[in-house]
């Protein structure tokens, strides 16, 4: 690493990568991974990316009607409208890079998802996010004004004249790096909670630094539980049964293996996801019991196999041969909608601080994201964010005194993250608890400014433990609103 770049951005997912590529080749740029490039939610991301890549039987009208209906009519129209708009674009970027979408007799193969009345989902089989990663690192490493860093951390970030100091931790040292503007991308915030679909590394840190730096954090309580997590006993990342399984025909089956959503939504198994968790809660109370299960039996082997590789293996590990028995599923955290609230061109009220993707409140989701949106967002936001800075970049330095800090300090108390788990899970898991969060938020919130006070060893363990809890502090302080 050198001393001084012109942009660092922290995060090197799908937004993170974008952001990066769509940099002029005059800027120079850091990309931070917090851990090797792969392990990240967008590599997780399974059913696809929603988008109007025809106008012949879709339209822009009736994608940004089905994304407000989804959100609860709570979205920035105004995001939504370029979400819908641009997005298709930046799709045949990817494709124009190499990503390989599934096709049917020459064309792209769009199927169906929750929430969406027409098939505009592409897709690579069930692996899409993985794919689209191998796209943008393959891209990233044309760029010789982007250096990539793995296996670092962001501990502190600090305002300077012109700019930041960002003081980094790798390899159990840290080190002080200067940067005229910021893009954070780092992510959600799965590990919050005590069972999610997010990767080990989603523990808020963009937002947490944000805040500390006074940019504003908005519907950080609005998270989407997803309804078909794979119901494993004793992992804490479960994985995901993607969207698409019931976009194909799956049935959502009660511990009486009957099809129950007819109680709660008329559009049954492809609902949005809010919808069907909260379905899933209500007939879990009613039946008694948290055994449910997702069917897609009905279908051929042949088709199950093909169009849903990795998530046959899968459950094919944990015992379950989905072409002959249904998957045990349960509602699971999976994704936020709220974050570090931006403009259109994905920038903070912090000068030169930016965000994008999950870590940023940009308004497309409202309340509750509609199916393969993220990908989408992920692209069309970051790309803004690069455009913008493109437009504004004025080379110059960044002055004044990088703030010292000291590596050492107390080892950092045990438990700490299980306890603010435990506590996520009784306030505010599917239907939100006001009462539990009045109860429990001192104790989140001691715990947050114990850890922020910086007296503790600068380790990773650490510094995850420090933004989770002012994470959780933000969501239990929201909940308690309600």
């Given at each position: 690493?050198?001393?001084?770049?012109?942009?660092?951005?922290?995060?090197?997912?799908?937004?993170?990568?974008y952001?990066?590529?769509?940099?002029?080749?005059g800027?120079?740029?850091?990309?931070?991974?917090?851990?090797?490039?792969?392990?990240?939610?967008?590599?997780?991301?399974?059913?696809?990316?929603?988008?109007?890549?025809?106008?012949?039987?879709?339209?822009?009208?009736?994608?940004?009607?089905?994304?407000?209906?989804?959100?609860?009519?709570?979205?920035?129209?105004?995001?939504?409208?370029?979400?819908?708009k641009?997005?298709?674009?930046?799709?045949?970027?990817?494709?124009?890079?190499?990503?390989?979408?599934?096709?049917?007799?020459?064309?792209?193969?769009?199927?169906?998802?929750?929430?969406?009345?027409?098939?505009?989902?592409?897709?690579?089989?069930?692996?899409?996010?993985?794919?689209?990663?191998?796209?943008?690192?393959?891209?990233?490493?044309?760029?010789?004004?982007?250096?990539?860093?793995?296996n670092t951390?962001?501990?502190?970030?600090?305002?300077?004249?012109?700019?930041?100091?960002?003081?980094?931790?790798?390899?159990?040292?840290?080190?002080?790096?200067?940067?005229?503007?910021?893009?954070?991308?780092?992510?959600?915030?799965?590990?919050?909670?005590?069972?999610t679909?997010?990767?080990?590394?989603?523990?808020?840190?963009?937002?947490?630094?944000?805040?500390?730096?006074?940019?504003?954090?908005?519907?950080?309580?609005?998270?989407?539980?997803?309804?078909?997590?794979?119901?494993?006993?004793?992992?804490?990342?479960?994985?995901l049964?993607?969207?698409?399984?019931?976009?194909?025909?799956?049935?959502?089956?009660?511990?009486?293996?009957?099809?129950?959503?007819?109680?709660?939504?008329?559009?049954?198994?492809?609902?949005?996801?809010?919808?069907?968790?909260?379905g899933?809660?209500?007939?879990?109370?009613?039946?008694?019991?948290?055994?449910?299960?997702?069917?897609?039996?009905?279908?051929?082997?042949?088709?199950?196999?093909?169009?849903?590789?990795?998530?046959?293996?899968?459950?094919?590990?944990?015992?379950?041969d989905?072409?002959?028995?249904?998957?045990?599923?349960?509602?699971?955290?999976?994704?936020?909608?709220?974050?570090i609230?931006?403009?259109?061109?994905?920038?903070?009220?912090?000068?030169?601080?930016?965000?994008v993707?999950?870590?940023?409140?940009?308004?497309?989701?409202?309340?509750?994201?509609?199916?393969?949106?993220?990908?989408?967002?992920?692209?069309?936001?970051?790309?803004?964010?690069?455009?913008?800075?493109?437009?504004?970049?004025?080379?110059?330095?960044?002055?004044?005194?990088?703030?010292?800090?000291?590596?050492?300090?107390?080892?950092?108390?045990?438990?700490?993250?299980?306890?603010?788990?435990?506590?996520?899970?009784?306030?505010?898991?599917?239907?939100?608890?006001p009462?539990?969060?009045?109860k429990?938020?001192?104790?989140?919130?001691?715990?947050?400014?114990?850890?922020?006070?910086?007296?503790?060893?600068?380790?990773?363990?650490?510094?995850?433990?420090?933004?989770?809890?002012?994470?959780?502090?933000?969501i239990?302080?929201?909940?308690?609103?309600?």
């Amino acid at each position: 690493m050198q001393d001084k770049y012109d942009v660092i951005i922290v995060g090197a997912g799908l937004a993170g990568l974008y952001a990066a590529y769509n940099l002029d080749s005059g800027i120079n740029a850091l990309l931070i991974s917090k851990k090797e490039l792969r392990l990240c939610n967008s590599n997780l991301a399974q059913g696809g990316v929603a988008a109007v890549m025809s106008l012949e039987d879709d339209s822009y009208e009736s994608h940004i009607e089905d994304t407000l209906i989804a959100g609860g009519n709570e979205n920035r129209i105004e995001a939504v409208e370029v979400l819908v708009k641009e997005g298709p674009s930046d799709v045949r970027k990817m494709i124009e890079l190499g990503a390989e979408f599934d096709m049917h007799e020459g064309k792209l193969h769009k199927t169906l998802e929750g929430g969406h009345k027409k098939r505009r989902i592409m897709h690579h089989r069930d692996t899409t996010g993985e794919e689209l990663m191998r796209t943008m690192i393959e891209a990233i490493k044309q760029r010789p004004n982007v250096t990539v860093v793995e296996n670092t951390s962001l501990a502190f970030l600090d305002e300077a004249n012109g700019g930041y100091f960002a003081t980094l931790l790798k390899d159990g040292r840290l080190h002080s790096v200067a940067a005229s503007f910021v893009i954070m991308a780092t992510g959600g915030i799965g590990r919050v909670y005590k069972y999610t679909t997010n990767s080990s590394i989603a523990t808020g840190d963009g937002i947490a630094i944000a805040h500390s730096l006074g940019a504003k954090i908005e519907n950080l309580s609005y998270i989407q539980f997803h309804p078909t997590g794979f119901a494993a006993d004793n992992c804490r990342e479960r994985f995901l049964i993607s969207e698409a399984v019931r976009g194909e025909g799956a049935y959502l089956v009660n511990c009486e293996k009957q099809r129950f959503m007819h109680r709660y939504d008329e559009r049954l198994e492809l609902a949005p996801r809010d919808v069907v968790s909260r379905g899933i809660i209500l007939e879990s109370r009613r039946t008694g019991s948290n055994k449910f299960y997702l069917d897609i039996t009905h279908r051929s082997p042949e088709f199950i196999t093909d169009r849903f590789p990795m998530i046959y293996k899968r459950c094919l590990s944990e015992g379950i041969d989905i072409t002959k028995e249904p998957i045990p599923v349960f509602p699971t955290h999976h994704y936020l909608m709220g974050g570090i609230n931006v403009d259109l061109s994905s920038r903070t009220r912090i000068n030169r601080l930016y965000a994008v993707g999950e870590c940023s409140h940009t308004g497309v989701h409202g309340k509750n994201r509609l199916a393969s949106n993220s990908l989408l967002e992920a692209l069309v936001f970051s790309r803004r964010a690069a455009e913008d800075i493109n437009r504004s970049f004025m080379a110059g330095s960044v002055s004044g005194k990088a703030p010292i800090y000291t590596i050492d300090g107390a080892p950092m108390p045990t438990g700490t993250r299980t306890t603010i788990r435990n506590i996520m899970q009784k306030c505010h898991f599917v239907l939100p608890n006001p009462e539990a969060a009045r109860k429990y938020r001192p104790e989140v919130e001691e715990i947050a400014a114990r850890l922020g006070n910086n007296k503790f060893q600068i380790t990773n363990d650490y510094l995850e433990a420090r933004n989770l809890s002012a994470v959780a502090s933000i969501i239990l302080k929201e909940v308690c609103k309600r």
